[in-house]
């Protein structure tokens, strides 16, 4: 029986876990990554470590693989279309396109119907003042429109903040201004889709967040059934309107009024997918791998509810009492440094069978 080698960009717990989920499947594991002693290199077959620019060492990645795919947004682009012109690379690039820019996002979110924050680009200071004036008092956010993630790149905006002091602060970079949604909840849904076009789902979930990085996730997401179909469906329309193949994930707010509207799109697996390893038959990992090695998602059929609490920084102290708690699953990531604000691991803590 032939052998499947999946290369995978970049070395984080994202690629970790998509690797030990490649392990089970039988799938060989190549990770590329400019990381020395990246948490994905140690549980992988082997690692080449270079420059994402570093053409000779990408053809060396490719030369060794059957597939690749990406495990962070960033990814340069030209190193994606270069290895494409090697080896076949999941998902496509226009999901990329949309991920990696939020003006091109919520554009996209928009164009398919899928209902946003009232948002504009900004690029001078008359096209904040004017944003400002249409949104009647409401406070707003500008966010820098690329590399911005657990709340890194943004400032609210509210009836006392120096507009002429917060552009300085972006250095003239092109911003996207957003009204602040006053919302109920925030939720996700991830997506895997197949090269066949058959998609499964997970969630939605409900996600708290503390410094603006996911804290606790729950699952079955305590919101109406009307919300999970809404935002399940949604998450769909946009895996089958990119032509997914792999996964995505839709992070939502819920209204007070019950709408959903779309926040942002990760085009990957994501944090709040985590409990997936845990309680269901097919993780997002798993169905991740499936899907960009060309193989068939299974449904993801999850036999428990969850609370999945995140490790960051020093938390991870906190990892210990957890040894001895029944029910509860500890996920380290191999990271030597427990920076502030750094993903040391998680915990998922199973609840009702379902
Ligand atoms: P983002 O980087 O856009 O995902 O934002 C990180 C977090 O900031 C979100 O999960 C929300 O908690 C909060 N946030 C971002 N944009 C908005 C918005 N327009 N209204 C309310 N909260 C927001």
Not at 291 to 307: M, S
């Amino acid at each position: 029986m032939k052998i499947t080698t999946l290369g995978i960009l970049g070395g984080g717990q994202l690629g970790r876990m998509s690797a030990l989920a490649a392990a089970r499947l039988g799938i060989r594991v190549v990770i590329f990554t400019d990381e020395d002693n990246a948490p994905a290199s140690q549980v992988a077959c082997c690692t080449v470590k270079a420059a994402y620019t570093d053409r000779e060492a990408l053809h060396g990645f490719a030369d060794m693989v059957d597939f690749i795919t990406y495990e962070f947004e960033n990814i340069p682009l030209e190193t994606v279309d270069y290895l494409r012109t090697l080896k076949p690379v999941l998902p496509n690039n226009r999901l990329l396109d949309v991920a990696q820019e939020r003006i091109a996002e919520k554009s996209f979110l928009n164009s398919i119907g899928i209902p946003t924050a009232r948002w504009a680009k900004i690029e001078n200071r008359n096209d904040l003042q004017s944003f400002l004036n249409a949104a009647q008092g409401q406070a707003c956010i500008v966010k820098t429109t690329r590399f911005g993630y657990d709340g890194k790149g943004q400032a609210r905006i509210g009836s006392e903040t120096n507009l002429d002091e917060t552009l300085r602060n972006f250095k003239g970079q092109v911003l996207i201004a957003e009204e602040i949604v006053d919302f109920a909840c925030e939720i996700s849904v991830i997506v895997a889709r197949d090269q066949f076009g058959k998609t499964v789902t997970y969630g939605p979930m409900l996600n708290e967040h503390r410094n603006h990085i996911l804290s606790r996730t729950l699952y079955p997401a305590p919101v109406s059934q009307d919300i999970k179909d809404k935002a399940i469906a949604i998450t769909q329309r946009l895996a089958d309107a990119l032509k997914l193949v792999g996964v995505l994930t839709l992070e939502m707010f819920v209204t007070r009024s019950g709408d959903i509207l779309a926040n942002e799109i990760a085009p990957r697996t994501h944090n709040s997918g985590h409990w997936t390893i845990d309680a269901c038959a097919a993780s997002q990992f798993e169905n991740h791998v499936r899907a960009v090695c060309g193989l068939p998602v299974a449904d993801p059929a999850p036999h428990h509810g969850v609370e999945m609490l995140n490790l960051i920084g020093d938390d991870v102290e906190k990892a210990a009492s957890y040894w001895t708690q029944p029910n509860a699953c500890v996920h380290l990531y191999s990271k030597t440094d427990a920076l502030p604000g750094r993903k040391m691991g998680h915990v998922t803590i199973l609840k009702d069978t379902l």
